[in-house]
């Protein structure tokens, strides 16, 4: 029986960044979709007026693309109400239940710092507004496998798993899914899947820029925790897990958590550290701070397919670009019939995922050169993977929690199975290896590699090398 849809939203932390920058953006792509036309009752701690807010609204708008709808962005506002109150107060969550008035299924948004997500749960709890209700929660659930299950109990205390939507807004991004589709809707690509001939698994996030004004926040979390244990850790997911029964949720969710289960526990030796120079004079950073900018870690998932393949993650800010991509490197041919093809420099055939800016796959085979030498060079088949008007993230998600459909959120297991992985490394480690800005991380890092191999360095250029095109993929 289909999930019922919610009939009203209640966003906690209305005054806050998150809201500004990514919720109202992405309720107004709703709202002019069709797909929004419920209350929306703000809640924060600030005593504004309606007014006050929709002044936010319409500025948070502005900023992020404009009206492009004047209709649908006057009936936006109109969905508006606001409650001022202190979360730790029962009579904020009695002025919540007064404005959502007649609606009775209502999906409650914590756009709030994690620390107050068992003090907002608790006091929806206390006023019977978790009945019938979902709550949407904002990584990181969490900063270790401890704290994870603390919330976890927490949360369960007055919502049913099913109605709690843990966001990881990487899991809703178009590249992102198209992954899972390539996997399990192209038949060729299983019998190359496996640890017969696939070399090893590069995934890279690498932004060109620093903490931008959140060294508060980094001080707190670190890469590991902000990027590697919950973005990087889902994709490797979805590229290693085995074809679900079927489409539902909870098969897909089933999948994924046995990945995370067989991952191998980190060791000191798999992880290197790194920190960009100039970041201990990031305001509210400590002068001594050993807290890490740069992560790479060497991961292996101890299942039939991968048994022996090394999964090499890394991401990092001031790096040399912007940009998300995986390499699937494959086995050079076992039989020698053109030595060059194994002995070439560089990797043998790969798979390319490219994820950001722009969504591509790449496939990289040799081909003969011209003349009557039997020598090759590799190039690549190119598809772009880019469409117009797509969804953005935090509309898919919000649009997906209202409906009741859990697919594009994480489940308790697999949070806690994903923890697990990395609580060895969370305390012990050596100290942050420094690295000079718009670089590719401290150079230790390719220490954690197989002899020979290399790290791929995505580039701010769409294509690698030369090669077919073929658009529309």
Known sequence: MPASRSDALVLFGATGDLAEKMTFPALY??????????????????????????????????????????????????????VSGDY???????????????????????AIPP?????VVRGLGAASLGRNARVIVEKPFGRDLT????????????????????????????????????????????????????????????????????????????????????????IVALLAMEPPASREAAAMHAEKTKVFRAMRPLAPGDVVRGQYHGYREEKAVAKNSDVETFCALRLFINSRRWQGVPWYLRSGKYLA?????????????????????????????????????????????????????????????????ERPGQEAPYERLLT?????????????????????VVAPVLNNHRRVFPYRRRGWGPKAAGAILAPGASWHNPSSRHRVGAGARAEGA
């Open 321 to 385: 670009a912007t940009a998300t991509e995986v390499l699937v490197a494959l086995k050079p041919p076992s039989w020698q019939l053109f030595p060059d093809a194994r002995l070439a420099a560089g990797p043998a055939n790969y798979l390319r995922f490219r994820l950001s800016p722009d969504s591509a796959i790449a496939l990289a085979a040799r081909v003969k050169m011209a003349g009557k030498i039997f020598a090759g060079e590799q190039r690549e088949l190119y598809l772009s993977a």
């Open 115 to 119: 620390a107050l997500f068992p003090t």
């Open 147 to 234: 704290s994870a299950r603390q919330l976890n109990r927490v949360a369960h205390s007055v919502f049913p798993e099913n109605a709690i939507f843990r966001i990881d807004h990487f899991l809703a991004k178009e590249a992102i899914m198209n992954i899972l589709y390539f996997r399990f809707a192209n038949s060729f690509l299983e019998s190359f899947w496996n640890h017969h001939y696939v070399a090893s698994v590069q995934i890279t996030l690498a932004e060109a820029f620093g903490v931008n004004g959140r060294g508060a926040f980094y001080e707190t979390a670190g890469c590991l925790r902000d990027v590697v244990q919950n973005h990087l850790f889902q």
């Open 400 to 420: 997906a929690a209202m409906n009741g459909d859990t697919a594009l959120f994480t489940r308790e297991d697999a949070v806690e199975a994903a923890w697990a």
């Open 29 to 82: 792509a709703m709202v002019k979709r069709g797909t929004l036309n419920v209350p929306v009752i703000g809640v924060a701690h600030p005593n504004w007026s309606l007014e006050r807010l929709h002044k936010r609204v319409t500025a948070s708008i502005t900023r992020s693309g404009g009206i492009d709808d004047p209709r649908a962005f006057r009936r936006f506002l109109s969905l508006f109400r606001y």
């Open 88 to 110: 730790n107060d029962p009579a904020t969550y009695a002025a919540i239940k007064r404005a959502l008035g007649r609606a009775r299924r209502p999906a409650h948004y914590l």
